[in-house]
């Protein structure tokens, strides 16, 4: 009876017997053909870029394999096992193009490429455990799976491929939104858990769905479980929006920068009482006191100079050695300068003297905040400092350049204040260790810079008449001028200033000194003409009639000056030197050395 049974049912049995072999079969050649793929992929040469057709087959040969599901227990563990193969060739090929990096020689799109094709096969070996499944005697195959994805999400976002990055993520998350969170005792799925959710929010943010980004970080605050690493994590990626929030100065971007520096605040102060080492604390405290200071500066920008100045005396009174941080004098000055209070302001300013920890950028704009805040009441303040910061650190000849502009200002030459100021830039550039600076031809374009800084400076009070600041600044601006050659011509202009200068002045003597040089260095009309000027002046009419004489032998000499000679003699009543002038012009009629015309 039994074989009777197994007679009539035989035909169905074969059957199915037969599918299940076929199916088997196919389940087989398909793993087979994925195998093959990632052998390719595990013997490539470290130096030749990944091919596309290996991520093309396997990508294939998965979406057919997936179609089959569910497998036997026996195929999921082979599934596992190449996914684990592909996983670690992408490791391998990931550490070559590493060390390959450090001696590019392939295209910046090549190197791109490679990265993409990698990203590609991590996607993949993350797509072949997720379809393996559960697999009896593997654990945590959830969680590696979701370890991968999450792995593979970072790689894609740092290419900024973000809707890829968020399609790993998503499905990372996916994968462990079951989870009891109060189950779960082991620190690396603990820390997945963190950073997936942190993963996806940066994604997030990328595309401009700051609301999502805010929604995920939010709900990460689920996962912190009591751990001072996972706070600090946290609360870094709050700090790096309100940093990214703060670089774009948008309308309403410092209180929302506030806001999210203010979180991680929060956070930090929460990790450091779950904090159980040494280490950790003093992380968290160094962290604590960088998201201080960048709410410090916002409420600078903001305008909210007392809770500047709170923040500034939170970071001084901690004991984490953040009062030598540079930029707290910085703060701390510009908080007491908004708020009018420029005693305060001074004492902070001094005290950089002496932290040699500040860097000539951050003190320098310092001086120039300083003295924009206090004007030209500040300007002995600011030529203090930097005087006193010449005796304790190096300073380049550009700083000096910056702050005697800042002191010399952009407000002209009119005033009691701008002749304070230019007085403070000729005793601050006068200075034989400012001088020293610019030696060298290392300091030649800031050499110019400054003696264009003083030049103009002492043009302007020239011009409003004010000759004896002008002389002084036009003498100083002599400082900044080679003893060469190449600069003779420079410093002879500089002379003849000078004259004009003390002839405006009445100082004679002086005047003549000054064009004596220039002709020795310059011989020309204008030397010639200015000796006669101060002839004249002196009421010496012999000596302006030889002078009349000297003019005409000039290389550059021109019948305008005989007529400039004969109207200056006039106005210093000295008739006979003015006859003189015109007699040496007709003269020159006389002899033929002109010749008239008649404009009809």
């Known amino acids: 009876m039994d074989l009777e049974i197994a007679e009539i049912s035989s035909p169905d049995h074969r059957q199915g017997h037969h599918d299940s072999q076929f199916q088997q079969q196919h389940h087989l050649h398909l793993v087979s053909q994925i195998e093959s793929s990632i052998k390719q992929a595990e013997n490539l040469s470290s130096g030749k870029p990944l091919p596309v057709t290996i991520s093309d087959d396997l990508r294939k040969y998965l979406n057919q394999l997936s179609q089959l599901a569910p497998f036997p227990n026996s195929l999921k563990l082979l599934v596992w096992k190449l996914s684990y193969r592909l996983w670690n060739a992408c490791v391998d090929l990931s550490n070559a193009a590493s060390i390959r990096s450090r001696y590019p020689s392939s295209s910046s799109s090549s190197r791109k490429d490679s990265a993409e094709e990698h990203a590609k096969l991590r996607h993949i070996a993350a797509d072949l455990l997720a379809v393996a499944g559960g697999v009896s005697g593997v654990p945590s195959l959830v969680i590696k799976s979701a370890s991968f994805y999450h792995k593979t999400g970072l790689i894609w976002h740092e290419l900024r491929n973000f809707d890829l990055a968020s399609t790993c993520f998503e ?51 689920t996962l912190l479980f009591g751990l001072a690493e996972h706070y600090k994590a946290l609360a870094s990626q709050y700090m790096m929006f309100g ?15 506030l806001r999210l520096m203010n979180e991680a605040l929060d956070l930090y102060e929460k990790g450091l009482h779950a ?30 100079y007392e809770s500047v100045i709170k923040c500034v005396k939170v970071l001084r009174d901690g004991d984490s050695g953040e009062h030598h941080h540079p930029s707290l004098p910085v703060l701390a000055m510009k908080g007491w300068l908004g708020l009018g209070r420029f005693m305060e302001a001074e004492k902070e300013l001094r005290g950089m003297v002496v932290n040699k920890g500040i860097p000539e950028g951050v003190w320098v704009s310092a001086v120039e905040a300083y003295f924009e805040a206090a004007g030209t009441a500040g300007a002995e303040t600011a030529k203090g400092v930097f005087l006193g910061l010449l005796g304790r650190c190096h300073i380049s ?71 004896e600041t002008s002389a002084e600044i036009f003498e100083k601006s002599m400082l900044y001028v080679p ?11 500089g002379f003849r200033v000078l004259c004009l200068c003390h002839l405006g002045l009445s100082q004679l003597d002086q005047a003549q000194e000054y064009i004596n040089e220039a002709e020795k260095l310059e011989p020309n009309i204008t030397a010639a003409f200015l000796k006669l000027k101060i002839y004249l002046q002196k009421n010496d009419k012999n000596s302006s009639i030889n002078q009349i004489q000297a003019m005409t032998t000039c290389l550059d000499f021109s019948l305008d000056f005989l007529s ?16 003189a002038a015109l007699s040496s012009l007709l003269n020159f009629y006389a002899k033929g050395k002109i010749k008239i015309t008649n404009d009809r």
């Open 171 to 221: 499905k990372a998350t996916d994968l462990v939104s079951n989870f009891d969170l109060n189950t779960i005792t082991d620190a690396g799925e603990r820390k997945l858990l963190l950073d997936l959710s942190i993963a996806r929010s940066r994604t997030a943010w990328e595309i401009s769905d700051q609301n999502l980004a805010m929604t995920l970080l939010n709900r990460a605050r």
């Open 243 to 257: 940093k990214t929030v703060l670089a774009k100065s948008e309308s309403g971007g410092l209180s929302e920068a």
């Open 397 to 467: 000849a550009s700083a000096a350049v910056r702050v005697a502009h800042k002191v010399v200002g952009d407000g002209g030459s009119g005033g009691e204040g701008a002749r304070v100021r230019a007085k403070v830039v000729a005793e601050l550039v006068s200075d034989e260790r400012v001088v020293a600076l610019f030696s060298g031809e290392a300091a030649g374009k800031q050499r110019v810079a400054m003696h264009a800084l003083l030049w103009n400076c002492a043009a302007d009070h020239f011009r409003s008449k004010d000759y």
């Open 483 to 493: 003893y060469d050659s190449e600069n003779s011509i420079l410093r002879a202009k």
């Open 275 to 304: 904090a159980r080492t040494r280490e950790e604390m003093h992380e968290l405290k160094d962290l604590r006191s960088k998201t201080l200071r960048f709410v410090s500066a916002i409420h600078l920008q903001m305008g909210e």
């Open 564 to 579: 400039l000679a004969a109207h200056e003699a006039v106005a210093c009543r000295a008739l006979t030197v003015a006859v």
